[in-house]
């Protein structure tokens, strides 16, 4: 399996432009969770999608953040418009059901600068 | 709040030794463990986990030890190697709880010396 893939692996942009981070979950996977990753806080969870529809979206900070999971093999997370603050690494992850005991898998990260 | 978090930001570890990473649990109401492996540029991969009717598990090179009477949670690699340099996260939900309670500790950098 290629596992979680996501697009791009780094990303440099100017405040106010638009971000988009894309995932592709392992097929089968059922959810879907975008964490952010920062030195301050940590692994922070921000939405996650269950079947395509969003369950849990309590951390994503704030309206210019928004996710999308349009079918079950692609979603993603978008940042309009972009802040410095909004640099960190972004983690898309899935997971073949919410029960304990079964794993969360990780994509290798998009890692967003604004300048 | 209630939180995970963990005793020691860097542990410098000679190669061939054993390591022992720790992590303190403050909600009561966890009952599932995990930890994950985090190398350089890559997203966290998971290692081992434990559920609270257990106090140890064992996998290849690695054991979990869960005390639950004072909430402490360990992760021992044994005969360590380069390859075990990574950031090492503990973390912690109730068993029925959602992928969304999920709670992840700062992590510690563990660092292998030849």
């Known amino acids: 399996d290629a596992g979680v893939i996501q697009s791009p692996r780094h990303e440099v942009t100017e405040m106010g432009q638009e971000v988009t981070l894309r995932c592709k979950p392992i097929s089968g996977h059922d959810y879907l969770f975008w964490y952010r990753q920062t030195m301050m806080r940590g692994l922070e969870l921000l939405i996650y999608?269950?079947?395509?529809?969003?369950?849990?979206d309590s951390g994503m900070p704030e309206d210019r953040f928004s996710a999308k999971m349009p079918n079950a093999s692609f979603s993603t997370l978008k940042i309009q418009p972009s802040e410095p603050r909004d640099s960190a690494v972004y983690f898309c992850a899935s997971s073949l059901t919410v029960v304990a005991g079964n794993t969360i898998y990780f994509g290798e990260g998009s890692w967003l600068t604004v300048v | 709040g209630e939180s995970v978090g963990l005793h020691l930001p860097t542990l410098s570890v000679q190669e061939g030794d054993n390591s022992i990473i720790n992590c303190a649990y403050s909600n009561s109401a966890s009952d599932y463990f995990i930890w994950y492996k985090q190398e350089s540029g890559k997203g966290p991969q998971f290692i081992i986990d434990?559920?609270?009717?257990?106090d140890k598990r064992q996998g290849q090179r690695v054991t979990v030890l869960l005390n639950k009477t004072v909430k402490h949670l360990s992760l021992q690699i044994a005969a360590t190697q380069p390859g075990d340099s990574a950031v090492y996260f503990c973390?912690?939900?109730?068993?029925?709880?959602?992928?969304?309670?999920?709670?992840f500790g700062a992590g510690t950098q563990v660092v292998v010396t030849p």
């Open positions: 434990i559920r609270s009717n257990m």
């Open positions: 999608f269950n079947n395509n529809v969003p369950i849990d």
């Open positions: 973390a912690e939900m109730g068993a029925t709880d959602s992928w969304g309670k999920l709670q």
